[in-house]
């Protein structure tokens, strides 16, 4: 019985066990999450609320994650009254990571769900049969988790904590895989961290329980952290011409990405894929750097690569009329939205950028600020709504609202703080122009109106 079921993860791990031969159930809100289409096929109907009576004496299991109360929730009280057993999500997967033959976890703070997804994509490219458990719900027509035997586990392996407040143990310091990619390091969760160089202290404990790590060393934080590791079980990629495998050129354009690798001075040649900007370049040679160290064959690694569109919510072209478009993006953080924003510039020559906003968590928010006004000033019209708040934070504790990061922002960028979504559509009817690229950004619900935006789109003249 997974409470939460419909979370992204969550719902994996519910295909993954279904797939296995156990009976799933679960329960979540009413709401319509992204997830519950895949759901559906496996039969999987989440009960709705966390109604103690939901929970049967025959369930052998009840597994939860930080959301929904976390083991406050009123179904996994039940569980501990019952004496049913009971495991975070996190645990659980700690605990099957031994029952396959070589498990590959993919870490960072950011490109987690894109790397991941391409690598279980690779390796059924490849001709494996991977079990994997992605945080997005679906890529290139996969479901985001799925189980197809023991030989291959790959899984999105997260910095956060197991149930904060309540329990702050980092989910990375539980999991022990054979062999990591890590695609970046940096303070995303001031909830859980104190300081980045927290975060470094949990990366470098994840390393030395891992028996090989191929990392990406362009960010000084991978950088300082690598230096404290046996160089033996590590292995490099990315820009720097330090790395064992270097991007050593690139080009950028409607198709997707091109670039060129090294391999410790060696020309490993040209490499294609339907995905744009740097970071995700970076984020393929960490796959690839993997897969040549498994023992696949180059030219069959680049045929892999090419044909992968991404994952579900990052940078997905929803939309296309004449040239306008809609894009859905996960980006939540400062660092990914000047990421997202740079890839757009550079695919989406002189077209102009609209971002529609919103900020995950008051935390975050008023963390990174100053962050925030100055990434999202990279696009030429932003709307900003309303913060997206956790369950887990008391509103009430923050002075931020997402007026605060317009009041921060340069004076000559276009920038406005919107209250709902029939504001968002005043404005969005009065300003938008045939011709721009609109992006829906942030970790919130603001997938919930591409429909509306499309509707926008379409009366432009």
């Known amino acids: 019985f997974l409470v939460g079921i419909k979370g992204v993860a969550m719902s994996a791990l519910a295909v993954i066990l279904f797939k296995t031969g ?3 159930n679960g329960s979540d809100v009413k709401e319509i999450f992204i997830t519950d289409e895949e759901l559906k096929k496996y039969k999987i109907i989440p009960k709705i609320g966390f109604d103690p009576k939901d929970l049967t004496s025959d369930v052998d299991l009840v597994i939860y994650s930080g959301a929904n109360g976390g083991k406050n929730n009123p179904q996994v009280i039940k569980a501990l009254s019952l004496g049913i057993k009971t495991s975070t999500q996190a645990e659980y997967i700690s605990q099957i990571l031994k029952d396959f033959d070589h498990s590959i976890a993919v870490t960072g703070s950011h490109g987690k769900t894109t790397t991941s997804s391409l690598l279980a994509y690779c390796l059924i490219q490849l001709g494996e049969k991977p079990s994997y458990m992605i945080g997005s719900s679906s890529f290139n027509n996969y479901t985001g988790g799925d189980f197809n035997g023991k030989k291959y586990f790959v899984f999105e392996a997260d910095e956060y904590a197991v149930d904060p407040p309540y329990d702050n143990t980092i989910k990375l310091e539980l999991y022990k895989p054979d062999t990591a990619i890590i695609t970046n390091i940096d303070f995303d969760h001031p909830d859980v961290y104190q300081d980045i160089e927290q975060v470094k202290e949990v990366f470098l404990k994840f390393i030395n329980n891992t028996n090989l790590i191929h990392i990406c060393i362009d960010d000084v934080n991978s950088q300082e952290v690598v230096k404290k590791i046996d160089k033996t079980k590590i292995k490099t990629f ?7 495998l270097q991007i050593a050129s690139f080009k950028i354009d409607y198709s997707g990405s091109k670039f060129n690798l090294l391999h410790k001075d060696v020309d490993l040649g040209w490499f294609e894929t339907k995905l744009y900007g740097e970071k995700n370049i970076s984020n393929i040679t960490g796959v690839v750097s993997l897969l040549l160290d498994i023992g696949y064959d180059l030219k069959k690694i680049k045929h892999a690569i090419k044909d992968f569109k991404g994952a579900k919510r990052r940078f997905e072209v929803i939309y296309n009329l004449d040239g306008t478009y809609l894009i859905d993006d996960y980006a939540h953080h400062p660092a990914e939205i000047e990421a997202t924003i740079k890839s757009a510039r550079a695919v989406f020559k002189n077209k102009r950028l609209v971002v529609i906003f919103q900020s995950h968590t008051y935390s975050r928010t008023q963390k990174f600020l100053k962050g925030f006004a100055q990434s999202l000033s990279l696009a030429d019209l932003i709307f900003i709504m309303p913060i997206f708040s956790s369950a887990r934070e008391n509103k009430s504790e923050f002075d931020v609202t997402s007026q605060s990061i317009v009041d921060i922002a340069p004076q000559n960028i276009q920038m406005k703080s919107l209250s709902d979504k029939n504001e968002l ?5 009065k300003n ?7 992006f829906t950004m942030g970790a919130g619900y603001l997938n919930n109106y591409l429909t509306d935006i499309i509707g926008v789109i379409k009366n432009l003249n």
């Open 425 to 429: 559509m005043a404005e969005l009817k």
């Open 238 to 244: 990315g820009f720097s011409k330090d790395a064992d």
């Open 22 to 24: 156990y009976e799933v």
């Open 432 to 438: 938008l122009k045939s011709g721009d690229v609109i």
